[in-house]
């Protein structure tokens, strides 16, 4: 199993920062794709952003020249920069890991308990 920890969500001004961290811990798996989900009231979860092991990253077009995402392979942790965050970012920020089962190869999605950003005046 793979346990994934967020921390950092909370409530913000318009235009104002925050930055989500996510650490994975656990035996036996090899992670490598790491990523940031989020899901709006009466939404569906949505991809905010995605890094591979090997630092190739994807943004959903909403997010593109807001926010940065970044991982450190040795602590298996990833970072979610947001900057200069709207109302419409508002959501429950969600991890997740996909990681490769080391005994038999198969890959698994593994999912964080989710932290809510509130961005409000």
């Known amino acids: 199993q793979v346990q994934l920890v967020e921390s950092g969500g909370g409530l913000v001004q318009p235009g104002g920062s925050l930055r989500l961290s996510c650490a994975a811990s656990?035996?036996?798996?090899?992670?490598?794709?790491m990523g940031w989900y989020r899901q709006a009231p009466g939404k569906q979860r949505e991809l905010v952003a995605s890094i591979a092991s090997g630092g190739i990253t994807n943004y959903a077009d909403s997010v593109k020249g807001r926010f940065t995402i970044s991982r450190d392979n040795a602590q298996n942790t990833v970072y979610l920069l947001m900057n200069t965050l709207e109302p419409e970012d508002t959501a429950v920020y969600y991890c997740?890991?996909?990681?490769?089962?080391?005994?038999?190869?198969?890959?698994?999605?593994?999912w964080g308990q989710g932290t809510q950003v509130t961005v409000s005046s």
């Open positions: 997740n890991a996909v990681a490769r089962w080391i005994v038999r190869g198969d890959d698994y999605t593994f």
């Open positions: 656990g035996s036996g798996f090899s992670i490598n794709t």
